[in-house]
């Protein structure tokens, strides 16, 4: 089960099965509980579910058919495809449509990475597979065949930005042993070979921002606690030389 909000998380039940905003029936939160969970300021109805692939591990959102009304691209590791749900704009979705990636998928962005103003999607694969695949968007909501890209490292987490300053979407891909590869866009939907920088981080989640207003690029990662040591960590700051490396 894979929760978008306050209450739930990967749930024990195993269920396959995309859960809306909400406070479920066996959580509590500051304003409901379980059925007295309705119409208060604050909290959320109820969960909707919506079956997807088997073990969906992240949602991204997006304008796919380009109706004006959000959907979404879940992407399901053990059964190696992707869920993509047309929004009805009322808070429903449509049925899962899926598309096969194989390998374990394990993270998902989207963003128009080919200049047509569609937007299309970048999966990474955490499964020690070592690549990222782009799906160009059709506009319609449905996506072409995926092709895949080396990444040089596990690829746990994808996101996408302008690295380079040359106005075209870049991908970064990081993994938990603290790897990042950025792969620079050519700008018509396909990428240059990855460019691997190492940090002492211990966690796939990068952030992005110009954090020194040089007007290019910059990455945040953290250093969790591993097994056995304490709770402490860091921040890292990785400046952006706008060539796609970073420094320290
Ligand atoms: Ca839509
Ligand atoms: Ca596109
Ligand atoms: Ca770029």
Known sequence: MLALAACGGEGSSGRDTLVNTGCGSDCCNSTCCGSNCSAQPGSFLDPVNYPVGNKPLA????????DGKPDLAVVNRSSGDISIL?????GTFQ???NYDL????SFVTTGDFNGD???DLAVADGGG???????????DGTFQPPVSYTTGTDADYVASADFNGDGTLDLLISAKTGAIGILLGNGDGTFQRSILTSTPGTTPFVAIGDFNGDGLMDLVTATGARNGESDSGNLIVLLGNGDGT???
């Open 117 to 119: 103003h569609r937007l």
């Open 59 to 66: 949602v991204a959102v997006g304008d796919f058919n380009h």
């Open 102 to 105: 194989g390998g374990a998928p």
């Open 86 to 90: 047309l929004g009805n704009g009322d």
């Open 246 to 248: 970073f420094r320290e």
């Open 95 to 97: 049925k899962a449509t």
């Open 129 to 139: 597979n070592n690549v990222v695949s782009i799906l160009v968007g059709n506009g």
